[in-house]
């Protein structure tokens, strides 16, 4: 018996793998092919690209432009201005000077005052001043 029940368990799982294999061949058949995906990416590249190269041809502001929009000159810490001071140093003038905003003058005078080893100058004064 044991033999028999074999088999007709063999002939059982034989029969339902054809139906299946009938099934799903069937549904192969009757499914909806599949689209091919390269002309979306396609149409995607170059609508970037069209993007990218519209922003970068309309772009109004130069770099000169922005720079003269945000430029903040660097606030005078070391010797800032006041009011009562009735006797100005050397090196306070050349401060003022930077603060007013002739760089020219602020500049010559720490070229005439590096040479002093008491005065060591702020090089990012220097450095904003030659900006």
Sequence with gaps: MDKEDEIIKKAIVR?????LKQFLAEEDELAEPKKPWWPYAIAAAMLC???FSFWMLNE????PDLYAAYYQKYPN???PLTRSAAEVSEKEKLYQDYEKGDYA???SGLELLKSDTAFLPCPKFD???RI
């Design 127 to 129: 450095g904003v001043g």
């Design 77 to 79: 810490v070391v010797s």
């Design 15 to 19: 029969n339902e793998r054809l139906k």
């Design 60 to 63: 109004t502001e130069t770099q």
């Design 49 to 51: 690209v069209a993007a």
């Design 105 to 107: 003058l602020a500049i």
